[in-house]
């Protein structure tokens, strides 16, 4: 039994000395970024900055691959069955890595069992409304659906996405009852928002933005904590009297199942680096984002937390899966 238990302890040995053997000279070849959308979004934006940085850091290609489609579905199910060995990674926003598990009867990953290297940015959403509606405030908005139940109505990106789920806690926690528009992504909800087919939104800042200082809709409230550099009048909803509605988009990087951990902790020490150094910084701020430093640790605790959040709201609204 002593033998059999020195053994396992030698071998254990050789796989911490490999490990981190690897992390030393990580990465030795290059690597390969999946990006779960198209290229163009928010997510493909920053893990392009992100990607150049490590790759003048590391002095080996960080490649960029967009593989979009079914909710961002397609491009975390190739990571996931990559080999582990960090240069395969995942970037996303959050509904691979949280709630796509929850929303669809059948996935050839488990969003959970990712490993999160770091959370890369931050952006909050917002209460957008359209030119013309008759309220003016959050609580104007707030007694008109009151007095018109079902009829107020609200866009979304689509069932489960993160407008439809943020209007559904909205509605959970003041007690109103709307009416769901669901779209096929942001752009023909903007445009019906600016048309006046469709009373009211949550998107995120840097969509609504145009809209808003153009007159074509209007932002009444943001969905964060503290109010914006952008729009100094606008209340947060918990100044407006709404509290515990906080909704902001996020970008993610993850690696398969089984990552070493030094590989993660390299990785995600770089990635921090490189949305702390100035240039990505000003372009953050241009683009209304917020960086997002953090450990691996504080990372998946940040999913975790998201997950079970949007987990309750999906269970409380009876959003079905599909």
């Not at 048309?195 to 995120?204: A, K, N, P, T």
């Not at 503290?226 to 993850?254: F, H, M, Y």
């Not at 998946?300 to 998201?306: Q, S, Y």
Request: hydrophobic share 45%; aromatic share 6%; with cysteine.
């Amino acid at each position: 039994m002593m033998r059999t238990l020195a053994g396992l302890v030698l071998m254990l040995a050789c796989v911490l000395s490999a490990r981190a053997q690897d992390a030393a000279t990580y990465p030795s070849k290059p690597v390969k970024i999946v990006v779960s959308t198209p290229a163009g979004g928010g997510v493909d934006t920053v893990t392009r900055m992100v990607a150049d940085a490590l790759q003048k850091k590391f002095g080996q290609p960080f490649v960029v691959e967009n593989r979009g489609g079914a909710a961002g579905n397609i491009g975390a199910e190739s990571v996931y069955t990559a080999e582990p060995d960090g240069y395969t990674l995942l970037a996303s926003q959050a509904a691979p890595v949280t709630i796509n598990g929850l929303l669809y009867t059948r996935l050839n990953f488990d969003p959970a069992k990712f490993e999160a290297v770091a959370i890369m940015s931050s952006i909050p959403n917002v209460l957008l409304v359209r030119a013309g509606f008759p309220a003016n405030s959050v609580a104007e908005l707030l007694d008109h659906a009151r007095a018109n139940p079902n009829k107020v109505n609200y866009a979304s990106q689509g069932i489960g996405t993160s407008s439809h789920l943020t209007a559904e806690l909205f509605e959970e926690v003041t007690g109103i009852r709307l009416q769901h528009v669901p779209y096929r992504g942001t752009a023909p909800a903007l445009n019906d928002i600016a048309g006046g087919q469709v009373d009211m939104f949550f998107v995120e800042i840097a969509t609504a933005l145009e809209l808003h200082r153009g007159g074509r809709a209007r932002v009444l409230a943001i969905a964060g904590e503290e109010r914006l550099r952008e729009l100094p009048d606008v209340p947060t909803l918990a100044e407006a009297g709404v509290k515990d509605v906080l909704s902001r988009s996020w970008n993610a990087i993850t690696a398969p199942p089984k990552t070493p951990r030094p590989v993660i902790e390299k990785l995600n020490a770089a990635i921090n680096e490189a949305i702390a150094s100035e240039p990505i910084r000003s372009r953050f701020v241009a683009l209304q984002l917020q960086p997002e430093p953090n450990s691996p640790v504080e990372a998946a605790a940040f999913i975790a937390r998201e997950t079970q959040k949007w987990a309750d709201v999906i269970r409380k609204a009876g959003v079905k899966p599909h």
